[in-house]
């Protein structure tokens, strides 16, 4: 069967031809089944954040390919633009995502730019709501004022109401407080269980460990070592993966 989701040879430079020349991303390989969960571990500046951009389109790859369904998606502007409604993503800090008056006009902006129609947009932000556990109490309120942990179940229910077939997280629990933390992952558990094909960049390794079917870890710019959490976790194979273990455990 295709991968949703085939990296191939995928390499990024930031800056290319300056002093400031980086190499993030260099020759990545990886095929992502349908319904699968990966999570993504690696140092900061490791190359997570810049991976995880390249599997929506978001930036454009400096050689290699990202295919979606077997097709590269850099292969017209519009293939690209609609990838970005089939593979969403939630930033580090999701609630820069927002930028609406109101919630629901929010949770309902990637819909109606779908040229969905009034009811179907409205169908969409309730169900997208009730997942991500938004109470739609709050829908007439600005997004600005509600806290971190409803900001980012917010901006989670947005892209959810996009109905995507693939979802990227880049770290969605960092600088929360642990009840909020809670909060992030479990609604993340649920559409996980619910067979979403997620792409999920963490710190949170109890997270990693419980809920992915890979563990991926990336170390410079590659894939340094990957398994199943139960093989990751207990029986690392590189010394750089164990002394990130060591670390962050
Ligand atoms: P991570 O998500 O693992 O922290 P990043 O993908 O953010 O890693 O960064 C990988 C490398 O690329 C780092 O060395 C970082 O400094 C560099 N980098 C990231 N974004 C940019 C950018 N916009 N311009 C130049 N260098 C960048």
Same mark, same amino acid.
């Given at each position: 069967?295709?991968?949703? &989701?085939?990296?191939?040879?995928?390499?990024?430079? +930031?800056?290319?031809?300056?002093?400031?020349?980086?190499?993030?991303?260099?020759?990545?390989?990886?095929?992502?089944?349908?319904?699968?969960?990966?999570?993504?571990?690696?140092?900061?500046?490791?190359?997570?954040?810049?991976?995880?951009?390249?599997?929506?389109?978001?930036?454009?790859?400096?050689?290699?390919?990202? +295919?979606?369904?077997? @097709?590269? &998606?850099?292969?017209?502007?519009?293939?690209?633009?609609?990838?970005?409604?089939?593979?969403? !993503?939630?930033?580090? +800090?999701?609630?820069? @995502?927002?930028?609406? $008056?109101?919630? +629901?006009?929010?949770?309902?902006?990637?819909?109606?730019?779908?040229?969905?129609?009034? $009811?179907?947009?409205?169908?969409?932000?309730?169900?997208?709501?009730?997942?991500?556990?938004?109470? $739609?109490? =709050?829908?007439?309120?600005?997004?600005?004022?509600?806290?971190?942990? @409803?900001?980012?179940?917010?901006?989670?229910?947005?892209?959810?109401? %996009?109905?995507?077939?693939? =979802? =990227?997280?880049?770290?969605?629990?960092?600088?929360?407080?642990?009840?909020? &933390?809670?909060?992030? !992952?479990?609604? %993340?558990?649920?559409?996980?269980?619910?067979?979403?094909? %997620?792409?999920?960049?963490?710190?949170?390794?109890?997270?990693?460990?419980?809920?992915?079917?890979?563990?991926?870890?990336?170390?410079?710019?590659?894939? !340094?070592?990957?398994?199943?959490?139960?093989?990751?976790?207990?029986?690392? @194979?590189? $010394?750089?993966?164990?002394?990130?273990?060591?670390?962050?455990?």
């Amino acid at each position: 069967m295709t991968p949703i &989701i085939r990296v191939d040879h995928l390499r990024h430079v +930031y800056s290319a031809g300056t002093p400031f020349e980086k190499v993030a991303i260099d020759d990545i390989h990886l095929d992502i089944p349908a319904g699968q969960f990966v999570g993504i571990i690696g140092h900061t500046g490791s190359g997570k954040s810049t991976f995880i951009q390249h599997l929506n389109g978001l930036i454009a790859p400096t050689s290699g390919t990202v +295919y979606f369904d077997g @097709q590269d &998606i850099h292969r017209s502007k519009e293939a690209t633009r609609d990838v970005r409604f089939q593979v969403g !993503l939630v930033f580090q +800090y999701p609630e820069h @995502q927002l930028f609406e $008056e109101t919630v +629901y006009k929010d949770i309902a902006f990637g819909p109606k730019n779908a040229r969905l129609s009034a $009811e179907e947009v409205d169908e969409r932000v309730r169900e997208a709501a009730r997942f991500a556990g938004v109470d $739609e109490s =709050l829908f007439e309120r600005s997004p600005l004022e509600l806290s971190g942990g @409803q900001k980012r179940r917010i901006a989670i229910a947005g892209v959810i109401a %996009m109905e995507p077939e693939v =979802l =990227l997280f880049d770290e969605p629990t960092s600088a929360l407080d642990p009840e909020m &933390i809670n909060e992030v !992952l479990s609604c %993340m558990k649920d559409l996980a269980k619910d067979g979403m094909t %997620m792409v999920c960049v963490t710190h949170e390794m109890g997270f990693a460990r419980e809920v992915s079917d890979r563990v991926i870890f990336m170390d410079h710019g590659v894939i !340094l070592e990957e398994g199943t959490p139960e093989q990751f976790f207990t029986n690392p @194979q590189h $010394e750089r993966t164990k002394a990130f273990l060591r670390e962050i455990l």
